[in-house]
């Protein structure tokens, strides 16, 4: 073994092979450059060595050649319990866009009480939704006809409405759950696997009899910078779920993809957020320095021993069906059924969500380009499984209709999804409950979808005029 001193490591130096601290804790990935940031870091915590093989080459500055695997070796111990694990006071998970600042313990933690909490959100969500069926059909003898009459500031809000406000609270209780999550383990280097299962299976019977709702909460461009790990992994969770519903999975198998599609982002918090977090291209090196989190999310759920399906859908949802995708260059049946699935999930989702550097772009939008799937990169099994549960106008979008309405997509059509069922904004049944009608090819036809602008500014003049929230 030969020894490197740190201070003579030269600013955006490459290493080949991972850096490690204490064996554990991935500090430098392999192919990244090393930064004058780390060394700064590596000076403060006293880390003084990097140890490796006297047999292969030391450093490649900016190339790619084979390198070693080094060890980083310090000369002061950071405090442990009498468990051995690293003692954490006060970490600020700020610059992680996660927003949240966590005092942990000295000692051992307990079993986080999120689960319950969100348990306990479902539990009041569901007790909500039923009083007001139950109030819907006492009130239904006395409903007016169909007559078009305008509706005033005392009017309560129609059922459907307050339902999506319950979802909603429903929803950013698992967004809480899985920052949670998140934020544990990166202080504590833990996940309960039983817990985050049992999480997850009542998530996905949730969708289910859920998921027009869950379907149409879009997070806005405040929340998604905020909270980019956290709203991406949410969101890609919900729609996987979805496709994994339409294409019959067992609930076993169906816990295991939310779990997988929940934690395949973990591998990020292990690189500087500015990498993600930003409206700056990125170079070559950092590219190759994202492309890690893969390999990075596979070893941290593999150390904690989950399931293979876990793990390969964590690894290789990055892979595409023409093998040019990473970290292993997989093609067809080689890549796992959890990671195609997740794959068409994330890039719905990508494509539909505002960053920093981009624009959303519409829902439809989205679905077009994974059905056109153009490079053949997607399971076209799982992309036609989308389609059908979210239909050809997803579930959530706004649209002009054929007869001068407008129109929000609320469910699917299972016979066709061409033609979805629509609800008429600023309409309703005799009941009082919101108007809806599906679509044809004929004399009630989605003439297209709005963009942001024109269904925010055509909601906000419906509502003035009726006195009250519609959606």
Aim: glycine letters at 4%; aromatic letters at 8%; hydrophobic letters at 35%.
């Amino acid at each position: 073994m030969v020894s490197l001193k740190v201070e003579e490591i030269k600013a955006e130096q490459i290493f080949s092979r991972d850096i490690y601290l204490d064996k554990t804790f991935l500090f430098c990935p392999a192919g990244c450059s090393f930064s004058p940031a780390m060394k700064t870091e590596l000076t403060e915590w006293e880390f003084k060595e990097l140890t490796f093989n006297e047999d292969q080459q030391e450093i490649n500055n900016q190339q790619n050649n084979t390198q070693p695997a080094f060890q980083i070796r310090k000369t002061s111990e950071i405090k442990k319990d009498s468990n051995g694990k690293i003692e954490f006071e006060e970490v600020s998970f700020e610059d992680m866009g996660m927003e949240v600042e966590i005092v942990q313990p000295k000692t051992e933690p307990s079993k986080p009480a999120v689960q319950g909490a969100v348990k306990e959100t479902i539990q009041k969500s569901t007790e909500q939704i039923t009083n007001q069926g139950t109030e819907q059909v006492e009130n239904s003898d006395d409903a007016s006809d169909n007559s078009q009459k305008p509706v005033n500031s005392n009017t309560k809000p129609d059922r459907d409405y307050s339902r999506m406000n319950a979802v909603k609270q429903v929803y950013d209780g698992y967004l809480n759950y899985i920052k949670n999550v998140y934020t544990h383990y990166a202080t504590h280097k833990e996940i309960n696997l039983t817990e985050i299962k049992e999480t997850v299976k009542d998530l996905c019977i949730y969708i289910k009899e859920n998921k027009r709702y869950m379907l149409r909460i879009v997070p806005t461009l405040e929340s998604k910078n905020k909270n980019y790990l956290i709203s991406h992994s949410m969101r890609s969770t919900v729609i996987s779920i979805t496709i994994g519903l339409q294409m019959r999975m067992h609930l076993s198998d169906l816990v295991e993809l939310g779990v997988a599609c929940i934690l395949h982002e973990i591998g990020m918090i292990r690189l500087p957020p500015q990498l993600y977090i930003t409206d700056k291209p990125l170079s070559a090196a950092e590219k190759n320095q994202i492309a890690t989190h893969p390999v990075i999310g596979y070893e941290i759920v593999k150390n904690l021993g989950f399931p293979e399906q876990i793990q390969f859908g964590v690894l290789e949802h990055h892979e595409r069906m023409t093998g040019d995708g990473y970290p292993r260059h997989l093609d067809g049946e080689k890549i796992s059924n959890c990671a195609r699935i997740i794959a068409v999930a994330c890039s719905y989702e990508a494509i539909t969500a505002p960053r920093f550097h981009k624009e959303a772009r519409s829902t439809y939008d989205a679905m077009i380009e994974l059905l056109q799937n153009k490079n053949n990169y997607y399971d076209q099994t799982v992309v036609t499984a989308l389609l059908h549960s979210l239909s050809l106008f997803p579930i959530g979008a706004y649209v002009y209709l054929s007869n001068g309405k407008v129109g929000q997509v609320t469910d699917v059509n299972a016979n066709n999804p061409k033609f979805p069922i629509v609800t008429i904004l600023g309409e309703k049944e005799q009941n009082g409950s919101p108007k809806t009608a599906q679509t044809n090819g004929t004399n009630f036809r989605i003439i297209r979808v709005m963009d942001k602008k024109e269904a925010s500014d055509v909601i906000a003049a419906m509502e003035k005029q009726l006195g009250h929230k519609i959606i």
